[in-house]
């Protein structure tokens, strides 16, 4: 056999194994895995399922969007504790972007070592909650 030939061979058979597990594939400006898709839009995530043509769910982060999806694609039709994870990731980042702003304009130092304890404190609950979301995606 040929070295072309032998890469056709490794790319079908690669093809014909990713179905089974999931796996994310990206393609342009969206994500398969298995039978569910996920597409950005302007201001989120849209989980979509393309057996039944149908929205599941749409998110602010694609850890959930991914998490959801691979939830779904294992037969688990309950999501409602990701999509509400995704939404307490939504709010400690919007509360980390309005810790940081509020540092940068004000000139106050007592008053920025507070705010700074609070930005730690707002980030370390983000990062707990995007690790959550993580172990769900990655089976831990």
Not at 40 to 59: C, E, G, P, W
């Amino acid at each position: 056999m040929t070295q072309k030939n032998l890469s056709l061979k490794l790319a079908e058979l690669i093809d014909k194994s990713i179905q089974k597990y999931c796996v994310p594939i990206q393609k342009g400006n969206s994500i398969r895995i298995k039978h569910i898709v996920i597409r950005k839009n302007k201001h989120n995530h849209l989980v979509i399922d393309l057996r039944y043509n149908k929205q599941i769910a749409t998110f602010f982060s694609k850890t959930g969007a991914v998490a959801c999806a691979v939830a779904t694609a294992k037969g688990n039709t309950d999501i409602k504790h990701i999509v509400d994870m995704d939404r307490r990731l939504q709010e400690k980042y919007l509360e980390c972007v309005n810790y940081k702003s509020v540092l940068e304009k004000s000139s106050d130092e007592q008053y920025k070592q507070t705010i700074t304890i609070r930005y730690e404190i707002a980030w370390e609950d983000l990062n707990t909650i995007k690790q959550t979301l993580l172990d769900i995606v990655f089976d831990k």
